[in-house]
């Protein structure tokens, strides 16, 4: 009887598990685990601008502290924050994306020394965004307008400021199927 019950407690913890992350209109939410333990309210704030602008676009993120990440898997994207990346190191970018990996690199000191401290959250949730987003299409490539440019623009700036910097509509179709795809992975290893 124990062993019964056991099961069943097991069992309705792992289809609640699955069930919150999927959204009303049946998909699965994103996962993505950043690696950073500090779980600063800059990196909270910049979380929640990043899954505002999904949302935009009809994706659910998951944002997960260290803690609750599971072990590297296909249906996961990982996000570290470097806070001393050399210049020599992709210079002039604030990030990249390892596509193949599933994995992304935000380079903070940079975002850091190019803003000012007060939009620091906005940037950074514009960069976990823009990086998210090549791991979802799969690709490295850059749209020439809009929140998937290689480099943004003072006026890009500005965008972000106002909540207004989007993505194309070929980026939001390439990221929706890119998603579609890469939520399976995690729901069909939850099973």
Known sequence: MKRAMTLA??????????????????????????????????????????????????????????????????????IQISTGAPTERFPGALAYARVAENTVEVFFNRIADTVPSVHIPTVLGYVLAHETAHILEGVGRHSDEGLMKAIWSSRDFERMFWGSLQFTPEDVQLIRAGAAAFRRPALNAAR
């Open 9 to 78: 407690i097991t069992l309705a913890a792992e289809i609640g598990a699955i069930a919150s992350t999927i959204t009303p209109n049946g998909s699965a939410a994103v996962k993505i685990c950043v690696e950073d333990s500090s779980r600063s309210l800059w990196l909270m704030r910049s979380e929640s601008i990043a899954a505002e602008i999904f949302a935009g676009i009809g994706i659910r993120t998951e944002w997960l502290h260290p803690r609750q990440c599971p072990a590297h898997s296909p249906g996961l994207i990982v």
